[in-house]
């Protein structure tokens, strides 16, 4: 392991500190939603990265993934009986491999195109198992939705949004962390270097297509984890969600937060969501038709112009801005400019 | 490695304690004023405070913005006439997309930040069903969904749907099919979503229960969005139809027409949904499809003339004098009439089981619905509808009120 | 037999449109490397433009046709000038999601502008249909597959014959060499998304007497022109003209004869199925990669 025992201390500070955040500064019920909601989509954002940012594909369809993982896991805990809390961690394990087996077959069938060909397929895909959510009434009840109970695992109720914030971090931290040593891994570094260039990459012996599988499966497992969180927290699923808005949504989010970063991932789940909200609480202009869509669009665009590595790595912009007013300060000092 | 481990149980640790400690803290969602005999959260003095949840942006707001149009356009006439009760009433409006999980914090919003006293209005079956729970928990009367949910009518006291949801216009449409136009080769053409599955499946139950199955010849399948509707009009036109129920909203219902109109169907008899029920949709409708929009009828919920839209007409034009006058504009200020009809019964009564019990013998007849009644255990909504054909003066088209209004026994 | 080249007929209508776009797409793509998500919202602008000039403002349809196409030349330069170019070096996603800002942008500019509502807007031809052994056959739609025909035959001559032609498939071919052959690029640029822009304009304003014009009206056609440029594939130019031709007819064919609640998971499977074999499209060429 890379981290000192230092760095180690540091990030579960950081981290105890961000579980006890909202408790101390008394967020309101519907702000620990939100904050919910961006936690499940920091957990999808980081499979996509390692997708997009380590592997360097593009996928358009992920939203599918993780509708999928809400619908198993509301199917399996409704259909199974009471087990004292094992169904949901059965249902959310499944949410994950369920999708995980499917991203398999799908990248078997589409990694072997490149660049937008392989994102319209991703495209071709997602709306295939959005259409499949709309039409299997048996398993999905179709238009209608499906409700799903909160988890209650064995006894202790994570009904409030709290308690229900506290483990879905306790998950995002512990997929960071795996995140965080598949990168450091074997796989990782192979990943990384297919990134950089697929030629010289398969030249050094590197099977481009099965690491490409890997990534593509792992952040299916990602995605569907985090659909089968949100069922949990919101408890009615429908298939309309799961479209090509959401799927464009977790791109924005890794490229916003910043490719091939763990912190990016989170980053850009919180600025994808929470901006929109923020934007149409403020008065009078919140009110104008669409207007928080317009801004949302500008964000977007000032951070890729201004700070295209992502917002993770704003200390590189900020640095040598720094750095440089400091150097014109000191020269100025010296009398030499 | 053994450091990381000790660091990982410990965060474990830590975090299961917040588990069980959080828990305990967020028991504090009591219901602020629904055991009291007094006044509820969000009345004050010489104010009602209230809230809506509907889509504002996006795709969709072409329903949603029209809609809390009229419904904010209503409340703006009470208040100029000087509120209930000496009370104005204050709007706040919540957009969510149309997504479930903003819907959810929407309402958690009004209800918890807000404080409002009701929720009126919610649109979109997904964020409906979504925070139904939430609302049936904290007991606070929600008037009028924009939703066609089932559910709705079972979900508990507190809730108030009023308008027929596409399941129950479905099964009424098969009645008018039967009874009215006597039709014997009839089509229903459907948009592939959950507005046209329900009306479908609506109509196919309420065949079944008249014993006239054999009546329906096919069922075919259209996009909303789709830009060519040859397919399936050709479909259609296979049967030699003698009516088509066509079950989709205003675009694809509109393609549809000049299909027809363009294929030489413009004898049939059409039968569309109370979302098309509006002047605008003709006026988008007609243009493309001169002769097939003769045989075009409507179904509706709402007692529409020129004189009784005349206080929708005026508010609009005074506050949103750019935002479209259709069926969701009515929808939305029947929700406001609906609210306040229980709110001025219940008079200062104004706790949240004073207003339930108001709403509980409300007989309401003045607004643009015919009849609005809610009793004990019974939250149907309304159930009566009528039918209504297109009349033509002058190069504008307009429906006009065919039959009476009738429910489906 | 009638009822196969009704649809046939309908086919080549919406695919003549879906080839306009595509055809857009894939011209901004190989000359300034970017897949521009929000060239259907363009389109919409366009057509609201061409609405408003002819309904608001009472010009006649001709009028308001080339009124709204000098929106579009102006629209795409503009985009092109202020939010693409400062971006070139950015990476393929990251001018992705620049154009994802746009959809939200220029969409919600839209709403704002023009108002959500729907309005009908005349078709280009509004003779009566004419019956052709049993097949209804509208001049307007003859008129769709005529125009197409004729701005194909006029991109190609001009791809292929003049000196605007040769800049910008050297572009295309390889930027950097083009730049030090003297090929001014960023006009090669300008010229692309102009002409795409116009493209999308010219099809958002036939497409209209069908779907009405409103906010959404070119979802559909927005997401079918990706489907025809990635099935003709995005390394020729008439690649995408033909893929868009073939997915009109197949879609209605699938729809008639097979399903059509599933018609659109078909097409897509048999697209997929296409660049299993093709994976760079039907007249898709193999790129060569530097290492």
């Known amino acids: ?337 | 490695m053994f450091k990381r481990l000790i660091s990982l149980m410990l965060i474990l640790v830590l975090s299961i304690s917040m588990v069980a400690c959080g828990d305990g803290e967020s028991e504090d969602t009591s219901s602020e004023g629904s055991t009291e005999v007094e006044l509820a959260q969000g009345i004050t003095e010489d104010s009602i405070k209230i809230g809506t949840v509907a889509v504002q942006s996006g795709a969709l707001s072409f329903i949603g913005a029209p809609y809390v149009a009229g419904m904010e356009s209503y409340f703006k006439t009470i208040n100029e006439d000087g509120g209930v009760n000496g009370r104005k009433i204050e709007l706040i409006k919540k957009d969510d997309e149309f997504k479930p999980d903003k819907s959810v914090q929407a309402v958690e919003s009004l209800i918890f930040d807000e404080e409002v006293f009701a929720i009126v209005g919610h649109l979109g079956t997904p964020g409906v069903v979504a925070s139904q729970e939430i609302v049936k928990e904290e007991g606070i009367p929600s008037v009028y969904f924009g939703s066609g949910a089932v559910s709705l009518t079972k979900a508990g006291e507190n809730f108030f749907p009023v308008q027929p949801n596409y399941l129950y216009e479905g099964k009424l449409m098969s009645k008018f099919a039967v009874e009215e136009f006597d039709a014997k080769n009839i089509v229903i053409m459907y948009q592939n979503d959950d507005v046209g599955n329900d009306g479908l499946d609506g109509f196919k139950d309420g065949l079944k229960e008249l014993g006239e199955d054999s009546r329906l010849k096919a069922e075919v399948a259209f996009g909303g969005a789709d830009t060519d509707f040859t397919v399936p009009i050709q479909k259609a036109k296979e049967q030699e139809p003698d009516l088509i129920i066509l079950y989709g909203l205003s675009t694809g219902t509109a393609g549809i027409l000049k299909g027809m109109e363009n294929l030489g169907m413009t004898d049939v008899d059409t039968l569309t949904t109370y979302s098309n029920a509006d002047a605008s949709f003709l006026a988008v409708a007609a243009p493309g499809a001169p002769n097939a929009i003769n045989n075009l009828h409507v179904m509706g919920w709402l007692e529409v003339t020129e004189e009784s839209l005349q206080p929708l007409n005026d508010a609009m034009a005074k506050h949103f004098p750019d935002t479209p006058i259709n069926a969701y504009t009515m929808a939305g200020w029947v929700a406001g009439e609906t609210f306040v009809a229980g709110l001025e019964k219940a008079g200062d009564k104004l706790s949240w089981d004073g207003y339930i019990e108001a709403m509980n013998g409300l007989n309401y007849t003045d607004g643009l619905a015919a009849e609005i009644s809610y009793s004990e255990g019974v939250r149907e909504g309304v159930t009566q509808m009528s039918v209504s054909k297109v009349s033509e003066s002058d190069g504008t088209y307009i429906f006009e009120q065919m039959t009476d209004f009738m429910e489906f026994k | 037999m009638a009822i196969f080249f009704q649809n046939i007929m309908a086919g080549l209508e919406t695919g003549s449109l879906y080839a306009l776009a595509a055809l857009g797409l894939v011209l901004i793509f190989r000359t300034s490397d970017v897949i521009n998500f929000a060239q259907g919202e363009m389109a919409m602008f366009s057509t609201f433009v061409a609405f408003t000039l002819f309904d608001g403002l009472g010009l006649s349809y001709p009028l308001a046709v080339i009124g709204a196409l000098i929106f579009a030349l102006l629209f795409g330069f503009i985009v092109e000038r202020i939010f693409i170019r400062p971006a070139s070096d950015a990476s393929l996603v990251s001018k992705m999601i620049i154009t994802l800002g746009l959809i939200m942008i220029i969409g919600g500019l839209a709403s704002a502008i023009f108002g959500i509502d729907s309005y009908y807007f005349r078709q280009a031809i509004s003779a009566d249909s004419i019956d052709a052994a049993g097949v209804v056959v509208q001049p307007n739609a003859l008129f769709i597959i005529a125009i197409t025909l004729v701005i194909m035959a006029g991109l190609f001559y001009m791809i292929n014959k003049t000196k605007v032609g040769i800049a910008i498939r050297a572009t295309a071919q390889n930027e950097k060499t083009a730049r030090l052959m003297g090929i001014p690029v960023f006009k090669v640029y300008s010229m692309s998304w102009i002409i795409a822009t116009i493209l999308g304009a010219i099809a958002g304003i036939l497409m209209a007497p069908t779907t009405n014009v409103s906010t959404t009206m070119m979802a559909e056609v927005h997401l079918k022109s990706f489907i025809a440029a990635v099935l003709g594939g995005f390394g020729s130019f008439h690649g995408p003209v033909i893929g868009g031709l073939i997915i009109g007819i197949l879609d209605n064919l699938v729809g008639m004869y097979i399903s059509l609640t599933w018609k659109t998971v078909i097409v897509y499977g048999l697209l997929i199925v296409t660049l299993i074999v093709k994976p760079t499209g039907i007249f898709g060429k193999t790129h060569r990669k530097k290492v």
Not at chain 1, 182 to 201: F, P, T, V, Y
Not at chain 1, 218 to 224: E, I, K
Not at chain 1, 288 to 315: D, K, Q
Request: charged letters at 10%; proline letters at 2%; glycine letters at 10%.
């Open chain 1, 1 to 337: 392991m890379n981290l000192s025992k230092k760095q180690i201390l540091i990030y579960s500070g950081i981290i105890l500190i961000l579980a006890i955040l909202p408790f101390l500064l008394g967020f309101g019920r519907s702000t620990m939603t939100m904050i919910n909601t961006v936690v499940i989509y920091s957990i999808a954002a980081l499979g996509f990265n390692i997708l997009l940012g380590y592997a360097g594909q593009i996928s358009l369809g992920h939203a599918a993934f993780m509708g999928l993982g809400a619908y198993v896991s509301a199917y399996i805990t409704n259909t199974l009986p009471d087990m004292g809390g094992l169904e949901y961690i059965l249902g959310i394990l499944l949410a994950g491999i369920v999708p995980l087996a499917i991203g398999l077959i799908l990248g078997l069938i589409a990694l072997r195109l490149e660049g937008h060909y392989l994102a319209i397929a991703t495209l071709g895909f997602g709306v295939t198992i959005q259409q499949v959510f709309k039409e299997w009434t048996g398993f999905t009840n179709g238009f209608s939705g499906m409700n799903a109970k909160a988890i209650n695992l064995f006894g202790i109720s994570l009904r409030s949004r709290e308690s229900f914030y506290i483990f879905s971090l306790v998950i995002l931290v512990l997929l960071s962390i795996f995140s965080y040593n598949l990168i450091r891994s074997k796989i990782g570094r192979g990943l990384i270097a297919m990134r950089d260039s697929e030629h010289a990459a398969q030249a050094m012996g590197i099977s481009l297509f099965k690491y490409k599988l890997i990534a593509f499966s792992l952040s299916a497992f990602y995605a569907g984890i985090a659909g089968g969180l949100y069922i949990h927290l919101i408890r009615f699923v429908e298939p309309n969600q799961w479209g090509v808005e959401l799927s464009l949504n977790l791109l924005a989010m890794v490229v916003i937060g910043g490719l091939a970063s763990i912190l990016g991932s989170v980053l850009g789940a919180a600025f994808i969501t929470v901006i929109p909200e923020i934007l149409k609480e403020i008065p009078l202009i919140g009110e104008i038709r669409n207007f928080s869509m317009i801004l949302t669009g500008v964000a977007l665009i000032l951070v890729i112009m201004f700070i295209p590595h992502g917002l993770s790595r704003i200390t590189y912009k900020i640095k040598p801005l720094v750095k440089k007013t400091r150097r014109n300060k000191k020269l100025e000092d010296q009398e030499v400019v």
